[in-house]
């Protein structure tokens, strides 16, 4: 199975709605990246978490890490519907890999 | 500056042919990776280079696959005899990565990828 798994697989929220997306891993690793993905087109890096980082924020992003729970969390606030996009965990340690992704759908 | 450029966007071929799909990374990045993308799907890793050298290849699903990399910069994945299974998009990054460090501690610069269909 994959080291990074995102939860929800899918989500669908109102313009201005937060949007929240989290990501489970199994090992230990060294940074946890997220990226976005527009359909069609190749991934776009959002933010990056060290493994001794707890929360980051980037613009309206803001990412959670809980090393003891082996997890992390994603947080859109006031989305846009240019925020509809699949976006991915992506997890470092020896090997890099990516979950399934979150397909998010932000309606107008 | 120019991003990651994967060529062709779209290539349809017929069952048993080869295909070569090139990526050309960003200047100065040593790190460059490809993933396999299908429908709907993450994305699996493939092989990572580093410079002209592919200290993990281990993501090649056959050796029908093969991949290279020339002069530290532009990379070709190859995949022989190709089977409808190999349909998917190919997507080809770039990285910063000083030897050493390791891959995976940069953040990842992706190319729109190839879209492959095999009929």
């Known amino acids: 199975s994959q080291q990074g798994e995102e939860d929800p697989q899918a989500l669908s929220i109102q313009e201005g709605e937060n949007a929240t997306m989290n990501c489970s891993y199994k090992t230990s690793i060294n940074n946890l990246q997220w990226y976005r993905q527009n359909s069609g087109r190749g991934l776009v890096h959002l933010i990056l978490?060290?493994?001794?980082?707890r929360e980051k924020h980037s613009g309206r992003l803001r990412v959670t890490l809980d090393t003891s729970k082996k997890s992390s969390s994603l947080l859109i606030t006031a989305s846009r519907a240019a925020d509809t996009a699949s976006y991915f965990c992506?997890?470092?340690?020896?090997?890099?890999?990516f979950g399934a992704g979150t397909q998010v759908v932000v309606t107008p | 500056g120019a991003g990651v450029s994967q060529s062709p966007s779209n290539k349809v071929t017929e069952k048993g042919k080869d295909v070569e799909l090139r990526c050309d990374p960003i200047s100065g990045h040593t790190a460059l990776y490809w993933y396999r993308q299908s429908l709907g799907q993450g994305l699996e890793f493939l092989i990572y280079f580093q410079g002209n050298s592919a200290p993990d290849k281990s993501g090649l699903p056959s050796d029908r696959f093969s991949a290279e990399r020339t002069g530290g910069s532009v990379s070709t994945l190859t995949i022989q005899r190709t089977q409808q299974e190999d349909s998917a998009v190919y997507l080809c990054?770039?990285?910063?990565?000083?030897?050493?460090?390791?891959?995976?501690?940069?953040?990842?610069?992706f190319g729109d990828g190839t879209r492959l269909s095999i009929l």
């Open positions: 990054a770039s990285s910063l990565a000083p030897p050493g460090t390791g891959y995976g501690n940069q953040p990842q610069h």
């Open positions: 992506a997890t470092a340690q020896g090997k890099f890999q």
């Open positions: 978490i060290r493994s001794n980082e």
